[in-house]
């Protein structure tokens, strides 16, 4: 059975002990030993979109960087651009939205490298043997890399339920068309009713599908590639899409990209989960967020279902409700484990040990 390393996070904590902690989680996990000299390490993060500031911060990341040189290795910090036109749309806005947030070399000993280029489209696609793909679309460098650290800040998901380790593979390591095809399932409406007419949703739509009819917004069915976007912006809750027919589909179609990431190489694949300042949205919101479930701790491992699995597990055992429960309530992130454990992304089976 999988084990799953578990050192405890306490609120108050600074962050030079949660480093350190990191780097004993490191230590007593093995997590590393797969990699060695000359290998070239994507280490996965997200940034935090703008204003965001409970995104994995630079110092829990140097352990990481240092453990991997300490075998020789050559690691690097990594992410993909993103639909919605955030800070992270395009590789120059992206790599200037890391340097701001501290992930610089000088302060990390590692560069910052754009996965997916500086439009989203240098990709690769890979087959995979899924039930709704045969293949996916991924960013080149995550799979030139010889290997993988992902680093994830578990957090509440509008449209998944989770963001976690199954996640920042599958969605973080999509190309632009790997996220568009996962994304495809989504249709929202808006509803007149609720709509102030404040156009905010037309700022972010990617694919230009809303416009304003008189001083309502409307979407434009056929342009919608159903990234979502309009949902989380809409302060009014004025836009709706059909969540229990498209976000179970979401989530199996994530889990599939997931598989392409990691089918062949999954000794040189490895995760930690961050379950501190659990937020209801992910970093992707462009503002600040106050997390709803106090700090966990840190998981390591070697399985992104047993990771995630593990951390819904320790938040239920904790704090006696599920995730969704402090998110989105119809939304539940155990479809995407289910179906990443069905088709071989890994068991959500564990041994949960903990780490003094
Ligand atoms: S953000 Fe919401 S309220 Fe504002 S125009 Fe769009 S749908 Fe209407
Ligand atoms: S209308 Fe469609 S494409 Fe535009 S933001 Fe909403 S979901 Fe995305």
Request: hydrophobic residues 40%.
């Amino acid at each position: 059975m999988e084990k799953v390393y578990w050192i405890k996070i306490h609120d108050q904590e600074s962050s030079i002990i949660r480093a350190e902690k990191v780097r004993r989680l490191i230590e007593r996990s093995g997590m590393l030993n797969g990699f060695e000299s000359e290998d070239m390490v994507g280490i996965k993060l997200h940034f935090g979109e703008k204003e965001n500031d409970t995104h994995i911060a630079p110092a829990w990341v140097r352990p990481v960087v240092e453990e991997l040189k300490k075998r020789g290795a050559k690691p690097f910090l990594t992410d993909t651009c993103v639909l919605y036109r955030g800070q992270r749309h395009n590789a120059v806005d992206h790599l200037m939205l890391a340097y701001r947030h501290g992930f610089t070399v000088k302060n990390l000993g590692a560069p910052v490298l754009i996965a997916d280029g500086l439009l989203g489209n240098n990709e690769r696609e890979v087959a995979v043997a899924g039930e709704l793909f045969q293949r996916v679309a991924l960013a080149s460098a995550a799979l030139e890399a010889n290997g993988l650290v992902v680093m994830s800040h578990v957090t509440g998901h509008i449209s998944t339920g989770m963001g976690a380790a199954i996640k920042n593979l599958g969605m973080g390591f999509a190309s632009r068309k790997g996220k568009l095809r996962q994304h495809s399932v989504m249709k929202p409406a808006v509803s007149p009713k609720k709509c102030t007419g404040c156009g905010v949703c037309i700022e972010w739509c990617p694919a230009d599908a809303i416009r304003m009819d008189g001083d309502k917004a409307v979407i434009d069915e056929k342009k919608c590639i159903g990234c979502g976007e309009c949902l989380t912006v809409c302060r009014f809750h004025a836009v709706k899409h059909d969540w229990r027919m498209n976000e179970r589909e979401l989530q199996q179609r994530m889990a599939e990209h997931a598989l392409g990431v990691v089918k062949g190489r999954e000794k040189k694949i490895s995760y930690l989960n961050f379950l501190t300042s659990i937020t209801k949205d992910c970093d992707c919101f462009g503002k600040k967020q106050d997390p709803v479930i106090p700090d966990i701790g840190i998981l390591a491992g070697r399985d992104p279902v047993a990771m995630d699995m593990a951390g819904l597990d320790l938040i239920e055992r904790l704090t006696g409700k599920q995730l969704e429960a402090y998110s989105y309530p119809d939304t539940h992130p155990r479809w995407q484990i289910e179906h990443a454990e069905k088709v071989g992304l890994g068991s959500c089976r564990y041994e949960l040990v903990e780490v003094d």
